[in-house]
């Protein structure tokens, strides 16, 4: 079991930076590949990056190629998405999500089985 908390969220303008944190309890967290997904009003929930395990393997969505960056500390039991050059379309809830334990990276969310509450990100023009 994992529970996931996330953090960092806030109004920020065009080509501002945030970083997002998603904190984990469960013993089985630095065993299971992350993701983090967004949605915005009227829109369906958008895979954005993803880790594996020890961090060795990451993906993101064309969207965010360049902007942005997943990373994760597994000794705090966390895991960061580092947003550079925000532009107003990456308005939404970010949600950061588990898979279970021995799954590897993923970009669809059904695959994941452990989500967390979210956090606004508002990026004004």
């Known amino acids: 079991q994992v529970q996931l908390v996330e953090s960092g969220g806030g109004l920020v303008q065009a080509g501002g930076s945030l970083r997002l944190s998603c904190a984990a309890s469960g013993r089985s967290f630095s065993t299971a590949a992350m993701g983090w997904f967004r949605q915005a009003p009227g829109k369906e929930r958008e895979f954005v990056a993803t880790?594996?395990?020890?961090?060795?393997?990451?993906n993101a969505a064309d969207s965010v190629k360049g902007r942005f960056t997943i990373s994760r500390d597994n000794a705090k039991n966390t895991v960061y998405l580092q947003m550079n050059s925000l532009i107003p379309e990456d308005t939404a809830v970010y949600y950061c999500?588990?898979?279970?334990?021995?799954?590897?990276?993923?970009?669809?969310?059904?695959?994941?089985?452990?989500w967390g509450q979210g956090t606004q990100v508002t990026v004004s023009s």
């Open positions: 999500a588990a898979r279970a334990a021995g799954w590897g990276p993923s970009n669809v969310p059904d695959e994941y089985d452990y």
């Open positions: 880790i594996s395990w020890n961090g060795g393997t990451t």
